[in-house]
């Protein structure tokens, strides 16, 4: 019998795991994590942030810059981290890269909803406002991406699903949350089926472009790290691209500056992802089974996983 979440009895999350995986994980040292590389699975550490969110932005540069107008090309990307996308708009100003000439695309990762429909770029927390204003909108006109190849979870997701058949999505870029997601790919509630048991890594692996709910620590972390801890401001249901979608892209790069997930959570989802330890209570370690995943840290970011007290 699994444990029942501390956080949220209701839900599966990262608090349902086994003791003994809790004990390996706090003991990982920033030289341990370095050493959970293998093939299929890397670990790249940053010292200055500068550094570390540069190496982000390129990555959409060097995506983009593989795609033609014959054989478009495109990159999935998050809203957390954002300190990336301003520094994409400048590369794309100073390379004088002519996205629209290139036929390059872009995925919006997911966005809020409200009512049972996506909020409106007017909403103070939309997500293709935020890439909007911290990224699109700095690239000079000549230079943008098309807004016909720009793709947000926001109307039809049947049709959002199908672009990653139409296109190719070179690279899917994002964060980890507290609850050890990407994107919005949230545990489930503890209900139906579940209730015993979390889905198996195989069935969580099916779910596709959907509407979900939100587990209470993501709704938390975001009314901390975008709200003020206005928790009122955040909705508890959103749209999400998922694993069906996740696993048709080349890579999937994950970056961890320390400023969403605590010490222990970086530590968890490297270690299982090391360690071939899928579970769908820690969705982000389903990309276990992934073929190409990197886990990008800023080392001071990470910190120690020990007791201390404030």
Same mark, same amino acid.
């Given at each position: 019998?699994?444990?029942?979440?501390?956080?949220?009895?209701?839900?599966?999350?990262?608090?349902?795991?086994?003791?003994?995986? +809790?004990?390996?994980?706090?003991?990982?040292?920033?030289?341990?994590?370095?050493?959970l590389?293998?093939?299929?699975?890397? +670990?790249?550490?940053?010292? !200055?942030?500068e550094?570390?969110?540069?190496?982000?932005?390129?990555?959409?540069i060097?995506?983009?810059?593989?795609? &033609?107008?014959?054989?478009?090309? #495109?990159?999935?990307?998050?809203?957390?981290?954002?300190? %990336?996308?301003?520094?994409?708009?400048?590369?794309?100003?100073?390379?004088?890269?002519?996205?629209?000439?290139?036929?390059?695309?872009?995925?919006g990762?997911?966005?809020?909803?409200?009512?049972?429909?996506?909020?409106?770029?007017?909403?103070p927390?939309?997500?293709?406002?935020?890439?909007?204003?911290?990224? =699109?909108?700095?690239?000079?006109?000549?230079?943008?991406?098309?807004?016909?190849?720009?793709?947000?979870?926001?109307?039809?997701?049947?049709?959002?699903?199908?672009? =990653?058949?139409? =296109?190719?999505?070179?690279?899917? %870029?994002g964060?980890?949350g507290? +609850?050890?997601?990407?994107?919005?790919?949230?545990?489930?509630?503890?209900?139906?089926?579940?209730?015993?048991?979390?889905?198996?890594?195989?069935?969580?692996?099916?779910?596709? !472009?959907?509407?979900?709910?939100?587990?209470?620590? &993501?709704?938390?972390?975001?009314?901390?790290?975008?709200?003020?801890g206005?928790?009122?401001?955040?909705? !508890?249901k959103?749209? !999400? +691209? #998922?694993?069906?979608?996740?696993?048709?892209?080349?890579?999937?790069?994950?970056? %961890?500056? #320390?400023?969403?997930?605590?010490?222990?959570?970086?530590?968890l989802?490297t270690?299982?992802?090391?360690?071939?330890?899928?579970d769908?209570?820690?969705?982000?370690?389903?990309?276990?089974?992934?073929?190409?995943? %990197?886990?990008?840290?800023?080392?001071?970011?990470?910190?120690?996983?020990?007791?201390?007290?404030?």
């Amino acid at each position: 019998m699994r444990k029942r979440s501390v956080v949220a009895p209701d839900w599966w999350d990262y608090t349902t795991i086994s003791d003994e995986l +809790v004990a390996d994980v706090a003991r990982l040292t920033v030289k341990d994590m370095e050493q959970l590389s293998r093939p299929g699975f890397k +670990v790249v550490m940053y010292d !200055t942030i500068e550094e570390f969110y540069l190496a982000e932005a390129l990555e959409y540069i060097d995506a983009w810059r593989r795609s &033609t107008p014959s054989k478009p090309v #495109g990159v999935c990307g998050p809203i957390g981290p954002t300190e %990336q996308l301003p520094l994409v708009a400048r590369l794309v100003n100073a390379l004088d890269l002519n996205l629209g000439k290139l036929g390059a695309h872009f995925w919006g990762m997911d966005e809020w909803v409200e009512n049972g429909v996506a909020v409106p770029i007017e909403h103070p927390l939309s997500f293709s406002k935020c890439n909007d204003e911290l990224c =699109f909108n700095k690239i000079r006109p000549k230079l943008r991406i098309p807004k016909e190849n720009l793709h947000y979870p926001t109307g039809d997701l049947a049709a959002y699903s199908k672009s =990653f058949d139409e =296109f190719h999505c070179a690279l899917m %870029q994002g964060g980890q949350g507290d +609850v050890k997601h990407w994107a919005f790919n949230d545990p489930l509630r503890r209900e139906g089926k579940y209730k015993d048991n979390p889905p198996t890594p195989e069935e969580y692996r099916k779910l596709g !472009t959907r509407i979900v709910d939100l587990h209470p620590m &993501t709704v938390m972390q975001n009314a901390r790290t975008s709200g003020g801890g206005n928790i009122a401001l955040v909705p !508890t249901k959103a749209a !999400t +691209v #998922g694993p069906l979608e996740t696993w048709k892209a080349d890579k999937v790069s994950i970056w %961890q500056a #320390g400023c969403h997930d605590n010490a222990f959570g970086m530590r968890l989802t490297t270690f299982m992802i090391s360690k071939k330890l899928p579970d769908a209570a820690v969705p982000m370690s389903l990309l276990a089974d992934h073929p190409n995943v %990197q886990f990008n840290f800023y080392r001071p970011g990470i910190g120690k996983c020990e007791v201390e007290m404030h």
